[in-house]
Nanobody, 115 residues
């Protein structure tokens, strides 16, 4: 059974930091590209960061950093200098389409940036 379980969300003050984690199981984690998406109320889901299966290639905005540990089947999103507009539900995504495999989603974790 495939599972992606996000954790680490919560309330954080503007300018603070937060690290989200995504624990993966039920599939061969090391061959999947991993991504973080977010969806704010009333807005479409948007891509925040991505990392290749090996971890050698990453894409993310300046304040956020994505990383992965293939030995632990974990992917992380380090969020720094957060802003109120970063408030959203953050979702972990596993994408194996380059290898003809599936796409999986976690249930999301809420991040609220407020003073």
């Amino acid at each position: 059974q495939v599972q992606l379980v996000e954790s680490g969300g919560g309330l954080v003050q503007p300018g603070g930091s937060l690290r989200l984690s995504c624990a993966s199981s039920g599939f061969t984690f090391s061959v999947y590209a991993m991504r973080w998406y977010r969806q704010a109320p009333g807005k479409e889901r948007e891509l925040v960061a991505s990392i290749s299966a090996s971890g050698s290639s990453t894409n993310y905005a300046g304040r956020f950093t994505i990383s992965r540990d293939n030995a632990k089947n974990m992917v992380y999103l380090q969020m720094n200098r957060v802003k109120p507009e970063d408030t959203a539900v953050y979702y972990c995504n596993a994408d194996g389409r380059l290898r003809g495999l599936g796409v999986y989603w976690g249930q999301g974790t809420q991040v609220t940036v407020s003073s």
